[in-house]
Every structure is written in C-alpha cells, then in structure tokens.
C-alpha cells in the first residue's frame, strides 16, 4: 500500500471514529436523565465503561436518605386515609405481620417504654382494633393480638400504598423499572442483614416507627 493509500485509510478510520463519538453523544443526549449510561453503552460501550463507575458511598447515602423522606411523605397521604396515627398503624403491623406477642416484647419491637405501649394498647383495644389474652406460659403477663378489625385495615393500607406506588411507577420505562427492581433487591438484601427481628422483614403500613401519645 502506498503512502497516499495508507493516509486515505488513516482519514477514513479517525473520522469514522469521530461519527461514532457523536453518536454516543447524541443518544446519551436524547436519553432520559435515568437512561444516559444505558444510551452511552448501546452506542459506545468503551464509554459506558466511565460513566459507570460506582458513585461515593456517602453521596449515594445522602440522595438514598433524602429519596426514602419524599417517598414515606407520599405514602403517608395514603396512611391517613385509614383514619389511624402512626403509632397505632406501626403497633398493627407489627402484630399482624409478626405475630402476637406481649406487651414488652411488642414495646421493644416499637422503641417505646411498657407504660407507653401499655396505654396505646388499652386505647386500641377499646377501638376494637387488638385483644389481650392470658399468656398460658406466664400467668403474670398477656398475648397482645390484632383483631379481626385491625387486621383488616392494616392490610387496606398496604393496599392502598401498593395501588399509589404501581400508579407512579406505570410511567417509568422498562428500562427504569429493571434499573429499580434491581435497587429493590439489594436494599432488601441489605435491611435484611441488619433486621434479626422476624417482624421486621415484612414492610409495615405505618411507615416510620412513632411514639405512643
């Protein structure tokens, strides 16, 4: 190949290289701002190499942190439909969720002094809400368990979060879905690391444990 020839081909290499750079551009600019990286790989996938690279463990925490506030806030305008505090709701889930248990075991699955669960229980009990029955292994103590009542809207307002959430995520791209299936997964696999309590690992209604009034 002559001198000539062997420029021409030089040519025809760099600027097709450049045209493929532009394309990569052009996508990631045309992409959904939770699309960019996918548009950059499918175009270019030596720049996809860059642009994934794992974020700050401490940024990823502060969005992670400010994202969970904004979502249990939304899903609070759920919770209040059912017409329950926070802290009656969190008590309920526990309970049908986790199971009957005493009042100091159901106090310490909430964070809360036996006074103060002592007092929400005998409130929600006369709302028909739980019931107290004689713990056959300690006659000094009671089995608190959700009633029939309790139980049925406690598993409305899961209900009714499920229903806003799958309304929200309806207009994500299926692309963005598997991006928050996969986020799911390990943030589950994470809490589930941190939560022996086996009340924990189901998702309770009532959003952010609250103290008894």
Same mark, same amino acid.
């Given at each position: 190949?002559?001198?000539?020839?062997?420029?021409?081909?030089?040519?025809?290499?760099?600027?097709? *290289?450049?045209?493929?750079?532009?394309? /990569?551009?052009?996508?990631?600019?045309?992409?959904?701002? !939770?699309?960019? /990286?996918?548009?950059? *790989?499918?175009?270019?996938?030596? /720049?996809?190499?860059?642009?994934?690279?794992?974020?700050?463990?401490?940024?990823?925490?502060?969005?992670?942190?400010?994202?969970?506030?904004?979502?249990?806030?939304?899903?609070?305008? +759920?919770?209040?439909?059912?017409?329950?505090?926070?802290?009656?709701?969190?008590?309920?889930?526990?309970?049908?969720? !986790?199971?009957?248990?005493?009042? !100091? &075991?159901?106090?310490?699955?909430? !964070?809360?002094?036996?006074?103060?669960?002592?007092?929400?229980?005998?409130?929600? +009990?006369?709302?028909?809400?739980?019931?107290?029955? &004689?713990?056959?292994?300690?006659?000094?103590?009671?089995?608190?368990?959700?009633?029939?009542?309790?139980?049925?809207?406690?598993?409305?307002?899961? +209900?009714?979060?499920? /229903?806003?959430?799958? #309304?929200?995520?309806?207009?994500?791209?299926?692309?963005?879905?598997?991006?928050?299936?996969? *986020?799911?997964?390990?943030?589950?696999?994470?809490?589930?690391?941190?939560?022996?309590?086996?009340?924990?690992?189901?998702?309770?209604?009532? #959003?952010?444990?609250?103290?008894?009034?």
């Amino acid at each position: 190949m002559g001198k000539k020839a062997a420029k021409k081909k030089r040519k025809e290499r760099e600027a097709q *290289a450049l045209v493929q750079t532009g394309a /990569a551009g052009q996508t990631a600019a045309q992409a959904p701002p !939770g699309e960019t /990286a996918v548009a950059i *790989a499918a175009a270019d996938p030596a /720049a996809a190499k860059v642009t994934q690279a794992a974020p700050v463990p401490s940024d990823l925490a502060t969005r992670l942190n400010s994202v969970a506030i904004h979502l249990l806030r939304r899903l609070q305008r +759920e919770d209040a439909r059912l017409g329950l505090s926070a802290a009656r709701l969190s008590a309920l889930s526990v309970l049908v969720f !986790g199971g009957p248990r005493t009042l !100091g &075991k159901l106090a310490d699955a909430e !964070g809360v002094s036996a006074p103060s669960m002592t007092r929400l229980v005998t409130a929600m +009990e006369a709302d028909g809400l739980v019931t107290r029955r &004689k713990n056959d292994a300690d006659g000094r103590s009671v089995i608190v368990h959700a009633a029939p009542e309790g139980e049925r809207i406690l598993l409305l307002g899961r +209900e009714q979060r499920v /229903a806003a959430l799958a #309304g929200w995520l309806e207009s994500l791209t299926p692309e963005r879905l598997a991006s928050l299936d996969t *986020a799911s997964t390990v943030l589950d696999d994470l809490l589930r690391s941190e939560r022996p309590d086996r009340s924990e690992r189901e998702s309770p209604v009532g #959003g952010p444990r609250g103290r008894s009034k």
